[in-house]
Structure formats: structure tokens, C-alpha cells
């Protein structure tokens, strides 16, 4: 019994029922300063001050009237300081069964306090710092989200405030290759036509990868024809071909294609013209194709792939990747030999994307290039009974002169450039026309006369065009009339916030008097 005793590592006593010491290890008698045969026979008050011996006979004492075990912790006063301990206690019995004592072992966690206390501080610390960052990212949060605003603000300004100027600029040389017949003035008007394309087509990529990396770009869903988007095309790159004698070849759409889609046929006719554009810009002699197909379908839609193959220079393989990024091209000679911003490619890869497909190419350098997009398009079923009508074929222009010819129409401008040429185009095919300097006076005019339909601008002084348009909707003699908004404001939420003040069309500045003529056609002669 003793050597087992002697063999535990913590101190270790037992007594009898009356709370005297009957034996003790030697880690015990370290523990107390105190020989064996100065602890056995003698009880806690032989040992301690009054007061402590009365609290461990207090805890013996409740030990004997219930009894099995008992654990506590306790702090005892040693040479070198406080000690933080606990006591592990035990009755024991007699063979009849009555109490005959306890046992008990003390065990030294002072270090463990310590470490428990460093932990704490050390919690507690984390807990200030996961405070302290948490109120950082709060802040950096807060701070990105109002550059994302500030930024958003920007490019809503700079797209209004390029646009406006342009459509003025554009509007112009417009009007005056409609009223000459001087072939030379022509020529110089084409060319100053052709640039001011080429500007429009820099601000608008420049605007769209904005757009793109401030997560505003969004899609249209609405229904078109396949063909009528590489018509589109074909008009507008075939003069280029052209010049450079290349062969524009464009393959029959297979049967699979349906003959109506669902998607946004603007953007999807900006990845294609971008492709061909591109062609043909690289392109010194030979032919650029264009074929389309589909390589997967369900009963709602389809999987669109183009390819558009060039005879071209081609592109090395390390240069392959670049392509596809923001503001790069092949080299750095590539801007000064064909001009360029290097955002095409990575805006069309970007929409691509954005209509769940994909973008690659396959080039041999000196030996040309297959650029190819696939995209997923939805079936658009045409409704029986909604046939071309005979002048499906008809310039709107002509239309609407032959149509529409002194009908009244309201015309919201503020910009003085900007309304003298849409009143000249709109003079120009029979109609007439009323001016309204700003909302305040579009609502009044409203309210005193009917017009067949109303032009309004959106960004003007004294009154919005989308709360004067609110305002005619609720209480004018033209709650009815179509009201299009021809702006400068060309986001989608533009476009949206039109459409929820009670606008029927958007036009976006700089407007093409075919885009002009074909929006007005559709409205007049119609009430909403």
C-alpha cells in the first residue's frame, strides 16, 4: 500500500472520520513543508491558521455527510506564491460499512491556469481584431460600392454627354447628303460619314467594356431573324470587301436553323460584324466566309455556331491568347497598320458569354484564320395569321410619306443642334411638327393639343422626359398617344425606366434617320 502510495506523482493523504492525517506520499509532505511524522496524528487545524483550516474542515465535513466523491478547486499559499490546485476526494469504509475515512490527491494546475489565461487574452484579442477588419472590409465595402455608383454616374454622363454631340455631328452630315447633289460634296460627306461611324464605333466599345467590367451589361430578349442580322452585316462590311477586292461570302443557313429566334439580335450582330470586320481588316487578298450551324438542340432552343474563315495574315500562337483581353493586340505595330482599340475580340467573347457560349480561334500565321462563336439561342414560334404585308419590303421613309403626311407630332428637345435636326428629318417625310424646349412645356402642349405621336428626350432642364412623360399618362389629351423616347441614355435601365414611365419605344442617340423613320412607322396611326 505504501509503495503504491508512494508512486502516484501528485500529493497524496488519507484520514480518519474525525479529520485526522493517517498517512501521506512524500510529494504531500513537499507539498506542506512538513516531515510524515509531523502530519500523521494532527489534523488541519494543528497545521493552518484558523480561518483556512476551518474551510478544508468545512469540505471534509460535507464529504462525510454525503458520501463518495468530491472535486474542487482551491488556491493554496506556497514559498514561491499562489498555487491554483484542485482536490480529488473519497470516502472509505469500514467492513461493517460505516465511515472509516477519506482519501484525497491534489493536483497542481497553475500552469494550466496560466495557459488558459494567455489563451483568453489571446481570444479576446482575435476577437478585437476580427472586430477591428471586420469594421475594415465594412468600410473598403462601403467604399467599393460607392466607387461602383461613382463609376456607374461616370459612364452614364460620358455616355450621354459623347452621344449628344455625336448625334448632332452625325444628324448633320446626314441631312446635308440628303440635300445635295454635288457628287463631290457627296464624297466628302461620305467620308466624313465614315469617320464619325468609326468615332461612334470607338465610344461605343470603349462604353461597353465599361459597361461589361461594371457588371451593367444586360441582354435583350426579343424575337428576330437569323438572315435579317447577316443582312445587317453584309451592309455594312461589303463595301469594304469591296475596296479591298476580296469575295464576302456568306453560306446558305441550313434547314435547321428556325426561322425565327429569341435573343438580342443587336449584340449578336455586334459579335458578327466585330468577327468580319476583323477579316476583313486583316485580309490583304482572297476571300473571308461566313457559315453558320447548329451543333446542339432541345425542343426551346438551339446552339448556334458561326465561324467566319479569312485567308488572312493569320496569328503566331503565342499570340493567340492576347487576343481575347482588354486593350491588346497581336503586336504593338497592329494599331499604327490597321487602327483599332483591342477591345472588339474581348467585348464579343464577353457577349458570347453573356448568352451562355463560347469564343475560340484556329490560325496558321501567314496562312489565315477561323474565328468561331457558338451561343444558345431560344425558339421563337411566329404566331399563324401575321403575314408581310405588301410593303414589307417599302422604305420606311416612303412609307410614312405616303402614309402620314401632315400628321401632327410633338418633338421634346432641349439641344438646339439636336432638335433642328430632328425637325428636318421629320419635316422632311410629311409630318408636323410641334417643339417642346423642355418637360414642363412638353406637359402643358399636351394638355392643349392631340398629336398622333410624341419624341421625348429624356435628360432636360425643369422637367425630365420620364416625369413629363408620367405626367401626360395621367392627366393630358394624349394619355394615349405612343410617346418614344429618343435619347442619349442608352443603359438598359434607361430603357427600362422609359418603359416604366409609360413609354412605348427608346431610341438611342445618335439616331439613324432609318432607325428614326422605322420606329416612327410602327407607332403612328396606333393608340396604347
Not at 461570302?249 to 449584340?267: E, K, N
Amino acid at each position: 500500500m505504501q509503495t503504491l502510495v508512494e508512486s502516484l506523482p501528485v500529493p497524496f493523504f488519507y484520514k480518519d472520520a474525525e479529520g485526522r492525517y493517517l498517512g501521506c506520499n512524500q510529494a504531500f509532505e513537499r507539498l506542506l513543508g512538513k516531515t510524515r511524522e509531523e502530519i500523521i496524528g494532527k489534523s488541519v487545524f494543528d497545521m493552518a491558521p484558523v480561518e483556512i483550516a476551518q474551510r478544508y474542515h468545512e469540505m471534509d465535513a460535507a464529504l462525510f455527510e454525503h458520501p463518495g466523491t468530491q472535486t474542487y478547486d482551491w488556491v493554496i499559499q506556497q514559498p514561491e506564491g499562489l498555487r491554483h490546485v484542485i482536490f480529488h476526494k473519497a470516502t472509505f469504509l469500514h467492513a461493517n460499512g460505516s465511515i472509516a475515512g477519506l482519501i484525497g490527491g491534489i493536483t497542481d494546475v497553475t500552469e494550466l491556469k496560466q495557459v488558459q489565461q494567455e489563451l483568453q487574452l489571446h481570444r479576446d484579442n482575435l476577437e478585437a481584431l476580427v472586430a477591428e477588419r471586420t469594421e475594415q472590409l465594412k468600410d473598403a465595402k462601403e467604399a467599393a460600392e460607392a466607387a461602383s455608383r461613382a463609376k456607374s454616374a461616370f459612364l452614364a454622363n460620358m455616355s450621354h454627354e459623347l452621344r449628344t454631340p455625336m448625334n448632332g455631328i452625325m444628324g448633320m452630315i446626314d441631312l446635308v447628303w440628303r440635300r445635295t447633289g454635288d457628287s463631290k460634296a457627296r464624297s466628302q460627306l461620305l467620308k466624313a460619314k465614315q469617320s464619325s461611324q468609326h468615332l461612334l464605333a470607338l465610344i461605343n466599345d470603349i462604353l461597353d467594356i465599361s459597361k461589361i467590367e461594371a457588371q451593367r451589361m444586360t441582354l435583350e430578349l426579343s424575337p428576330f431573324r437569323l438572315q435579317d442580322v447577316i443582312d445587317n452585316m453584309d451592309g455594312v462590311l461589303a463595301h469594304r470587301a469591296e475596296e479591298k477586292n476580296l469575295r464576302l461570302l456568306v453560306a446558305p443557313l441550313p434547314h435547321t436553323i428556325p426561322d425565327y429566334l429569341l435573343g438580342d439580335p443587336l449584340r449578336l450582330g455586334q459579335v458578327l460584324i466585330n468577327l468580319v470586320g476583323n477579316a476583313v481588316k486583316f485580309t490583304n487578298f482572297g476571300s473571308v466566309s461566313v457559315r453558320f450551324d447548329v451543333t446542339d438542340e432541345s425542343t426551346a432552343d438551339i446552339l448556334l455556331r458561326c465561324e467566319v474563315i479569312d485567308t488572312g495574315v493569320g496569328v503566331r500562337p503565342e499570340d493567340v491568347d492576347r487576343l481575347f483581353q482588354s486593350f491588346e493586340q497581336a503586336d504593338s505595330s497592329t494599331t499604327r497598320r490597321y487602327g483599332g482599340t483591342g477591345l472588339g475580340l474581348a467585348i464579343s467573347r464577353r457577349l458570347v458569354e453573356l448568352m451562355e457560349g463560347r469564343m475560340g480561334v484556329e490560325s496558321q500565321f501567314g496562312s489565315g484564320s477561323t474565328f468561331w462563336f457558338e451561343v444558345r439561342l431560344q425558339k421563337y414560334q411566329v404566331l399563324s395569321g401575321v403575314a408581310a404585308g405588301s410593303t414589307l419590303n417599302e422604305l420606311p421613309e416612303l412609307q410614312l410619306r405616303r402614309e402620314f403626311t401632315g400628321t401632327r407630332v410633338l418633338l421634346v428637345e432641349d439641344e438646339p443642334i439636336n432638335s433642328e435636326v430632328s425637325c428636318c428629318l421629320l419635316e422632311e417625310v410629311g409630318l408636323v411638327v410641334d417643339l417642346a424646349v423642355d418637360g414642363l412645356q412638353a406637359v402643358e402642349m399636351a394638355r392643349q393639343n392631340c398629336y398622333s405621336a410624341i419624341l421625348m428626350d429624356m435628360q432636360m432642364p425643369n422637367l425630365n422626359g420620364v416625369d413629363a412623360t408620367r405626367a401626360i399618362r395621367a392627366d393630358s389629351l394624349n394619355q394615349r398617344t405612343p410617346i418614344l423616347a429618343m435619347t442619349a441614355n442608352a443603359y438598359e435601365e434607361d430603357r427600362q425606366a422609359c418603359f416604366a414611365a409609360g413609354m412605348n419605344e427608346h431610341l438611342s442617340k445618335p439616331i439613324h434617320p432609318e432607325q428614326l423613320f422605322a420606329g416612327l412607322l410602327k407607332w403612328l396611326g396606333k393608340t396604347v
